[in-house]
């Protein structure tokens, strides 16, 4: 039966090669079961300080993931991707929306909604193409590399490495913690098995040095499993706040964050999967798109921020995926990982925090595409890059960006020759700062 559906044969592949592709993939992504819910409540703080019940997001983290990449598998068939809760992301609902603006966690997941409807109804339309092709590759790199910059400071905070100071505002934190030096092994190890093509490199490197903290007693085991926690925000979302003025510039945000990565990811697949034909158009992206809009608004609805593709999809792809099959193993294999929640309480802070420093770099290492000999291209993009983490704010980098490039322009004599799309964008941008 799935022989014919996804059609093995045309797309010269077979069951047993989309089921290691699948594996393969799952690898590399699981980290997220463990970092999603870790950021979205705060290191821990949860509901009481204002962020994500831990458990919850545990819960449907799995159960969005695995939805997702069965929406990616039957409907956008011809697609082996694996989605997820997006990084970064996750980091700006956490630390921005809710930590920075006062949100509670149910008016966040209604503002994810809407911008997973927004995505959804862009993706049906010509609107898709028209922005794709619209925002210069500049900014999209810097913007990206922006988040990995705020990913970066949120990861050597958590690791302890970075601590706050009354009179330089960061310092360097106690080396000599114990911890602290388990999460820059962590953080070291993931590198190198990175260089060594390690597949799984990132939830290897979790779980050895979390082993190494149980077993020297630094840290507590709580359990390997257990029946999943309660999912408290399945249907919690509240669409009142995401209506109102200041909301505006969180929904943009997650907006362009989400469509510009998965257009960004499944172009970066496509390539690898043979899927670009000779004039450069991606086979059956809409489907993918739409697949990966459908996972935004049902992993909202679910109590868990933006779905979207992930870049690590093509570690399945050089494995031979080339079908959906790939996706539906990626989806049974985070759904079978549903009872692990003890396990995800139980791992340091230091060590999660390591390994998302070392997700941190996989956003800034494309830089070097930026056009540096252009400083009207470059320098808004190094804008959003330094505003990000030194404003503790994605949305505000984004928006300081955009402005920055719309005036270069104005009077740089390019006002005529810069996309519609930059205007509208740039406009928006400073009326959320007159708003807030």
Not at 275 to 286: E, F, L, M, S, T
Request: charged share 10%.
């Amino acid at each position: 039966m799935l022989d014919n559906y996804f059609n093995y044969k045309k797309h010269k592949t077979n069951f047993q090669t989309e089921v290691i592709a699948g594996a393969t993939t799952f690898l590399t992504m699981a980290y997220i079961m463990f970092l999603n819910p870790f950021i979205l409540s705060g290191e821990f703080a949860g509901p009481e300080k204002g962020f994500f019940d831990f458990g919850a997001v545990y819960t449907a983290t799995i159960l969005a993931t695995a939805l997702a990449c069965f929406i990616m598998a039957f409907y956008g068939k011809t697609w082996p991707i694996g989605l997820a809760p997006g990084m970064g992301i996750n980091a700006f609902v956490a630390f921005g929306v809710c930590a920075g603006m006062g949100y509670t966690p149910q008016e966040a997941l209604g503002a994810v909604l809407v911008a997973g409807v927004l995505f959804l109804i862009i993706s049906l339309t010509p609107i898709r193409a028209w922005l794709i092709n619209s925002i210069p590759k500049s900014l999209k790199l810097g913007i990206g590399a922006g988040i990995g910059l705020f990913l970066a400071i949120i990861g050597l905070q958590i690791m302890e490495v970075v601590v706050d100071n009354p009179v330089t505002l960061v310092q360097l934190g106690n080396l000599g913690d114990p911890l602290v030096l388990l999460g820059c092994a962590t953080f070291i190890s993931i590198i190198v098995l990175e260089k060594m093509n390690v597949k799984g490199n990132i939830i290897i490197g979790i779980l050895v040095f979390s082993i190494i903290a149980w077993v020297t007693g630094l840290a507590k085991f709580n359990g390997l499993v257990s029946s999943p926690p309660p999912m408290t925000y399945l249907f919690e979302f509240d669409l009142s706040a995401a209506l109102t003025a200041g909301m505006s510039t969180v929904i943009f945000t997650l907006l362009f964050i989400d469509f510009f990565d998965t257009a960004g990811t499944l172009t970066s697949v496509a390539n690898v999967a043979g899927k670009v034909d000779k004039n450069g158009k991606v086979q059956d992206i809409n489907k993918a798109m739409l697949s990966d809009s459908v996972g935004t608004v049902a992993g909202a609805m679910m109590g868990t921020t933006t779905v979207t593709s992930y870049v690590e999809s093509g570690a399945g792809v050089k494995a031979g995926g080339k079908t959906g099959m790939t996706s539906l193993v990626i989806g049974l294999l985070f759904l079978a990982c549903i009872f692990f929640a003890p396990l995800a309480t139980s791992l340091p802070k230091q060590i999660d925090g390591g390994a998302l420093l070392f997700v941190s770099v996989l956003f800034i290492r494309n830089i070097t595409d930026i056009e540096w000999d252009d400083i009207s291209e470059s320098a808004p993009a190094i804008l959003a890059m330094i505003s990000m983490p030194l404003t503790y704010s994605i949305s505000n980098g984004i928006a300081l960006a955009f402005v920055s490039y719309a005036l270069i322009k104005i009077f740089t004599g390019k006002f005529s020759s810069t996309s519609p799309a930059i205007w509208v964008i740039a406009i928006l941008s400073v009326i959320s700062f007159v708003v807030a």
